[in-house]
């Protein structure tokens, strides 16, 4: 067993497992901490995953973990692996079952003072407009074989419907579209798993949050992308719901039956992978694709949702209700990049699991508004807490992939949490505090309550003072809508 006694700090909020711990070891494993975040990584296996990541065949640099770290399955959530093409590994562990979860920033030109009177309003008809809950199914009905095209086009098919700007494309990660997707790699039983929950949301941490801009920390960055202090914003969290975790689960399972064909030797059984030039590792990377680009979509569809709400609330009440996308990026992801290794620019197969990407300035992926002051990076806090507008950062690049936290992360299961939070009490606390609340499952709110997380502005000191994000924007909550 790994402790924290086995990790050495190298540098300011950087711990590190040297090779020499472990005869499989490919690299070294790090992870991004500082004392307070240390101490509760007693309490599960993550560190241990962490180290069982370093071990994946074709592994470069260092295995790494954000300091919202905690254990997952295979990878630990918050874990960054990059393997080296075309022979290195690709594993349905490290990008997770809900493939492209993600967040997505929308912004208003209204200032708090503006909606307050209408928050009521709002946050009911956004939970009208916008299917939640587990299995929950949407209002919008696709064609016989247009789940396909959704599959293809991503949030391109959301604009061919009109459910989406071009703006709201530009200002998507790979403009809401992963090429190489193919829905013939994913199965049937997939395909009618997500056949009707196109525009929504889900259960579990995914949501809808109104904010208000609390905070900034960087003016010019943060005017650079439409935001100012107490301005009304949106954020959607969510991913490509029972689509994607049908095709993770098929996966897994394909490679359980195929890894002894490969020689891999694999120090837990959870991070079964293949090659990525084989044709096991090229059928997940186009189904991986192909759920990432529904889960594009579906976030767009949401977006639209979310505009004829406000449309509805505030028609006649208010000067301007217009929505206009400020960035969407995914965090569970693995993606073909080109990353600098000892001088040379390597093609590299990059697994974030609940990290962010966190490009820097100047980085060609960027929109060209963006460019030159580096990537968006969304992180949002547990429910009724603050979340933040980071940039990413050149010292990302050449640090982490790339890469950053992604949320505050678990300390405690969501079965832990139902036993030891009251729904209906954490309600009132909610709304005592001036958050409007809209739920379809006390027990789902109990599930998500803030002491069942990390504190988030500690997480995002860690990467802000590690210098692979850079602090833009504070968010505070006004309402929340959760499944």
Not at 23 to 44: C, K, S
Not at 50 to 57: D, E, H, I, K, R
Not at 366 to 392: E, H, K, N
Not at 446 to 470: C, L
């Amino acid at each position: 067993m790994i402790g924290l006694k086995d990790f050495k700090q190298v540098e300011p909020y950087i711990y590190e497992v040297a090779t020499s711990f472990r005869d499989d070891m490919q690299v070294p494993a790090r992870f991004y901490a500082d004392t307070i975040l240390l101490e509760g990584l007693r309490n599960d296996r993550s560190l241990e995953q962490l180290v069982n990541t370093a071990c994946l065949p074709g592994a470069v640099k260092y295995a790494l973990a954000m300091p919202d770290i905690h254990q997952g399955y295979g990878f630990p959530i918050g874990g960054v692996l990059a393997t080296r093409l075309p022979d290195g590994a690709i594993s349905p562990g490290g990008v997770g079952y809900d493939i492209n979860c993600g967040v997505r920033l929308l912004a208003t030109h209204l200032q708090l003072e503006e909606v307050s009177p209408w928050l009521d309003d709002l946050a009911s008809a956004i939970y009208a407009h916008c299917p939640s809950g587990v299995g929950r199914g949407g209002r919008i009905k696709l064609k016989t074989g247009e789940l396909d095209n959704v599959m293809r086009l991503g949030s391109g098919w959301a604009l061919k419907r009109g459910f989406a700007t071009e703006s709201d494309l530009e200002r998507t990660e790979e403009n809401g579209c992963l090429a190489g997707a193919d829905p013939n790699a994913v199965s049937p039983r997939a395909k009618q798993r997500g056949q009707g929950q196109v525009g929504t949301l889900g259960a579990g941490n995914h949501f809808i949050e109104i904010d208000v801009v609390d905070k900034i920390l960087d003016e010019n960055v943060a005017r650079r992308i439409g935001l100012t202090a107490g301005r009304v914003v949106i954020q959607i969290h969510c991913g490509s719901r029972g689509l994607g975790h049908q095709v993770c689960s098929d996966y897994v399972k394909r490679f359980q039956k195929t890894i002894q064909r490969f020689g891999f030797q694999l120090p837990d059984r959870e991070l079964v992978c293949a090659p990525i030039s084989s044709p096991e590792g090229r059928d997940y990377l186009a189904a991986m694709k192909a759920a990432a680009n529904y889960a594009f979509a579906n976030r767009q569809v949401l977006a639209h949702l979310i505009r004829r709400s406000f449309e509805q609330a505030l028609a006649g009440k208010v000067s301007n209700y217009q929505i206009y996308q400020v960035y969407d990026i995914a965090h569970n992801m693995a993606k073909i990049e080109t990353h600098e290794i000892d001088g040379s620019q390597v093609k590299l197969c990059v697994h974030r699991k609940g990290a962010t990407r966190a490009f820097g300035p100047g980085s060609k992926e960027l929109p060209a508004a963006y460019r030159d002051i580096g990537q968006p990076v969304l992180v949002p806090g547990s429910m009724g807490t603050t979340s933040w507008v980071l940039v990413g950062t050149r010292a990302s690049m050449s640090r982490t992939f790339g890469s950053t936290c992604h949320g505050a992360g678990r300390t405690m299961s969501r079965k832990k949490a139902k036993k030891s939070v009251h729904g209906a009490g954490l309600r009132e606390q909610l709304e005592s505090a001036g958050i409007h609340v809209r739920a379809g499952s006390l027990s789902g709110l109990a599930e998500e309550a803030p002491t069942a997380y990390k504190d988030v502005n500690r997480v995002v000191e860690v990467v802000h003072g590690a210098g692979i994000a850079r602090k833009v924007a504070r968010l505070r909550p006004l309402a929340v809508i959760k499944g």
